[in-house]
């Protein structure tokens, strides 16, 4: 993915753009090539080197590598947004009239800046998602980007971590904000 918002299509000047974008390209990767080299490491020391233990600690640096694996995965966007909805990777799209509000959350936990995309609906997920996302079954037991909570009336709230994710995270929120209705 480019580390600018993609448009996937263009449509008239003054309109709303669709756009779609995945993580940041190093974001994972030493996770990721890290835990399969230690995990291959430890196998082939436990099973050559004769400390069969540690061919078993192997699991640990391979799932981690298995759990940070969609951070790399460049096949599938994380956070997109055309005329049916916004889309949110392993959700769908959610339907614009849904959503009650969107706004940028920061902090910072030492020198690292977080950014959260803040997305209060109207209604309960399921309800309020009018085209499912379909993915593989062994793909919902991997790390994901959004969080999801319940509000005491009913309604979710979905926080989008965008420090993450390619693209300026005050330049996404205009532009899912073009998408909202008047």
């Known amino acids: 993915m480019p580390t600018d918002v993609k448009d996937t299509n263009s449509e008239t000047p003054n309109g709303p753009k669709p756009f779609a974008i995945g993580y940041i390209r190093s974001t994972g990767e030493a996770l990721v090539i890290g835990g399969l080299f230690f995990g291959f490491g430890f196998v082939v020391l436990g099973l050559f080197g004769g400390v069969k233990p540690l061919a078993g600690l192997a699991i640990v ?20 947004a055309n005329e049916q909805g916004l889309f ?9 009239a849904s959503i009650d509000q969107m706004t940028l959350h920061q902090s910072s936990v030492r020198s690292i800046e977080l950014v959260g ?14 085209e499912k996302h379909m993915f593989p079954l062994w793909k919902s037991v991997m790390t994901r980007n959004w969080k999801l909570s319940r509000q005491a009336d009913g309604t979710d709230h979905l926080t989008i971590k965008l420090n993450t994710l390619a693209g300026e995270p005050e330049e996404i929120l205009r532009r899912l904000q073009a998408y909202r209705p008047a």
């Open 117 to 130: 995309l803040e997305i209060s609906l109207t209604s309960a997920l399921p309800d309020a998602v009018n």
């Open 88 to 96: 949110v990777e392993r959700i769908g799209f959610i339907d614009w």
């Open 61 to 80: 640096p391979l799932l981690v590598s298995f759990w940070h694996y969609p951070m790399i995965d460049r096949s599938q966007p994380q956070l997109g």
